[in-house]
């Protein structure tokens, strides 16, 4: 079983920066794409931006482009978001997703609040 563990969330000024982590446990980690997705109140789960096992920058969100950066670290079980020149409509609960081969996003985190004043 795959759990997954997002943090770094937190309140920012906009201009301001924030990175995000997410943990997994497994050894199924490294096989799989993984991606962040977030959802702000009332509003439906959006894409943001998604990176294959290899490390390949898969796509971004066209709202997120040149100023979110995704990576991974396959040795530390561990993907990242790196969020800088916030908006205060970046504010939402951001979560990360595994895809194993053959698969969807099946396994989810809990979400780490992402907050951005104006």
């Known amino acids: 079983q795959v759990q997954l563990v997002e943090s770094g969330g937190g309140l920012v000024q906009a201009g301001g920066s924030l990175r995000l982590s997410c943990a997994a446990s497994g050894r199924t980690f490294s096989s799989g794409t993984m991606a962040w997705l977030r959802q702000a109140p009332g509003k439906e789960r959006e894409f943001v931006a998604a990176?294959?096992?290899?490390?390949?920058?898969?796509g971004y969100a066209d709202s997120v482009k040149g100023r979110f950066a995704i990576s991974r670290d396959n040795a530390k079980n561990t993907v990242y978001l790196q969020m800088n020149s916030l908006k205060p409509e970046d504010t939402a609960v951001y979560y990360c997703?595994?895809?194993?081969?053959?698969?969807?996003?099946?396994?989810w985190g809990q979400g780490t609040q992402v907050t951005v004043s104006s």
């Open positions: 997703a595994l895809k194993l081969p053959g698969g969807n996003y099946d396994y």
């Open positions: 990176i294959s096992r290899s490390g390949i920058v898969l």
